[in-house]
């Protein structure tokens, strides 16, 4: 019997300037780039949409080999990072395309915009993905769980190959409009999908 997959959808949170302008590559902000950062705000304050799919799943451990919702795998970090668990909550998420065709249109007329806009698209994935693990963590914590930090395919030894499965306990083109081409690449790009360990507490 396929596990259910449930959706949540989200507001957006405050960004993070600090962040963004560490996904971007600036080390140093001065008034100029705080200026381009503003302007891309603007620019991109109606075009997110931040939505998850996720299902919960039991986990065998054993020999290195990780084995849940029909996906077995030999990974160390893997294992490692669900050590203990006897669950898994697989998710994905995703902040929609507005962002995309923002970066597509700007890569032609304006580079640093463009950079910029990658830099906020990463930084609200991040965002959204905190926030849902966020209410995991605290729901769980009133049933007498806890959960690990999230790790996801192409995380040390954890193949990124193993998209393909994630997808597949998911149907996130269906649940959330996520989805995976042959090369592995996600679409929207700017979009999440990992493996939270759940553990009892103690």
Sequence with gaps: ??????????????????????????????????????????????????????????????????????????????????????????????VGLGIDRLIKKYSRISPSKALMFQAIGTERAESLCESFCKDLREELDEKGFETRPRFSAGYGDFPLSCQRDIFAMLDGCRRIGLCLNESLLMSPSKSVTAVVGIKRKG
Aim: glycine share 10%; charged share 20%.
């Design 1 to 94: 019997m396929r596990n259910a997959v449930l959706v949540r959808s989200y507001g957006a949170t405050p960004y993070d300037y600090s962040e963004i302008f560490r996904y971007a590559g600036v080390r140093s902000a001065d008034g100029d780039m705080n200026e381009l950062l503003e302007q891309c705000l603007l620019e991109c304050e109606d075009c997110f949409s931040y939505n998850v799919c996720y299902t919960t799943l039991p986990v065998n451990l054993g020999g290195g080999l990780v084995e849940f919702g029909g996906l077995k795998v030999g990974s160390k970090n893997l294992s490692a990072a669900l050590n203990g668990c006897e669950s898994v909550v697989v998710f994905a998420a995703t």
